[in-house]
C-alpha cells in the first residue's frame, strides 16, 4: 500500500506543479520583467542613443538623487497625495451612501443603479472627452450653469487653481461606480436578523451602521481601499488626456511627470527612477493590507 499511496503523492504533486507553473509564467512575463526592466533602468544612463545601440551606462544612485533634487519632484508628489486622497475619500463616502440608499428596493431602484455604473463601464478617453467640453472655457456646460446664478466664467482645466481640482473632480465621477458595485453587493451579504436584532435592542440608524454594516462590510472596504489606493496612484490618461500635468505643473502627478520625464525628455533612467516610487507606495500599502488580513484571521 504504500508504494502505491507514494506513487499517487508523486502525481499529485505533478499535477500541482502543472497549474503552477502557467500561472508563474504568465506572472513573470507580464509582471516580474516589466518591474525588472525599470529597477534596471533606475541605475542606468539610457537615452534614444542607448535604446538604438542597446548600450548604457551604470551610473547607480545618480537618477534618484537627480529626482530627489529635482523641485518638480515634491510638486508631484504633493499633487498625487492630494488626487489619491481626495479621490478615494470622496468616492468611499458618496459610493456608501448611495450603496445605503439602493439597499432597499424601490421602483425603478435596479434601472437607476445600473444608470449610476455607466461612467465605470465607458472608456476613459471617452469620458474626458465628454469632461473636456463640460469644462470647456468660456462656454462649456459647467460655466453655462455657473452663469445661470450669476457666477464668471472659471478656467476649469486652464488656471492653475483649479486644474487639479478640475481633475480630481472627474476622478471621483468615474470612480463612484466601482464603489457602489463592490458596497452594495457587500450589503446583500449582511444577514438581515442582524439589523432586526439591533433595532430590537433600541439601535438607532447610525447605531446600526456603526455596529452592524461597518463592521460586516469591513474586509470588503478594505479591499475597496487597497484596489482604489493602487488604481488612482497609477492614473494617468485622465489627467494626460486633459491637461497634460499643466498649467505650470499644477496638475502634474508622479505618473505623468514620469512619461514627460521618460518621452519628453528622453531621461528614461529618471522616469523609471520615479516609477519606482508609485511601485514602492504601491507595494507598501499591499503589504499592510496583507499583514492586517493576516492578523485578523490569526485573531
Do not use: C
Not at 27 to 41: E, K, M, Q, S
Not at 91 to 99: E, K, N, R, S, Y
Not at 237 to 249: A, F, K, S, V
Amino acid at each position: 500500500m504504500r508504494p502505491r499511496r507514494s506513487s499517487y503523492q508523486r502525481r499529485a504533486a505533478l499535477m500541482r506543479l502543472l497549474f503552477i507553473v502557467p500561472v508563474a509564467v504568465f506572472l513573470a512575463l507580464v509582471f516580474g520583467y516589466p518591474i525588472g526592466f525599470n529597477l534596471w533602468l533606475t541605475f542606468q544612463s539610457f537615452d534614444l542613443v542607448s535604446m538604438i545601440s542597446g548600450v548604457s551606462e551604470f551610473v547607480g544612485l545618480d537618477n534618484i538623487t537627480a529626482v530627489l533634487a529635482d523641485p518638480n519632484f515634491a510638486s508631484a508628489a504633493r499633487n498625487t497625495a492630494i488626487f489619491t486622497v481626495a479621490s478615494i475619500a470622496i468616492q468611499f463616502v458618496i459610493g456608501m451612501a448611495l450603496a445605503l440608499f439602493f439597499y432597499n428596493v424601490f421602483p425603478l431602484s435596479k434601472a437607476i443603479r445600473a444608470l449610476l455604473v455607466l461612467p465605470w463601464l465607458v472608456p476613459s478617453i471617452v469620458a474626458t472627452t465628454a469632461w473636456r467640453f463640460i469644462f470647456k472655457d468660456p462656454s462649456g456646460f459647467a460655466n453655462q450653469l455657473l452663469g445661470v446664478v450669476g457666477i464668471p466664467p472659471v478656467h476649469w482645466l486652464t488656471s492653475s487653481d483649479t486644474a487639479l481640482v478640475s481633475v480630481i473632480i472627474i476622478n471621483i465621477w468615474i470612480g463612484i461606480a466601482f464603489n457602489l458595485v463592490l458596497l452594495h453587493s457587500g450589503l446583500q451579504s449582511v444577514p438581515v436578523d442582524r439589523y432586526e436584532a439591533a433595532q430590537l435592542d433600541g439601535a438607532g440608524y447610525w447605531q446600526r451602521f456603526r455596529h452592524v454594516t461597518l463592521p460586516a462590510l469591513g474586509p470588503v472596504i478594505a479591499v475597496l481601499l487597497v484596489l482604489g489606493f493602487v488604481y488612482t496612484l497609477k492614473q494617468f490618461d485622465l489627467i494626460w488626456t486633459l491637461t497634460q500635468g499643466g498649467p505650470g505643473n499644477s496638475s502634474q502627478l508622479l505618473s505623468t511627470w514620469s512619461y514627460t520625464l521618460s518621452f519628453n525628455s528622453n531621461a528614461f533612467g529618471q522616469g523609471a527612477a520615479v516609477a519606482d516610487f508609485l511601485f514602492l507606495a504601491s507595494a507598501i500599502i499591499i503589504v499592510v493590507y496583507t499583514l492586517v488580513q493576516r492578523k485578523q484571521s490569526n485573531a
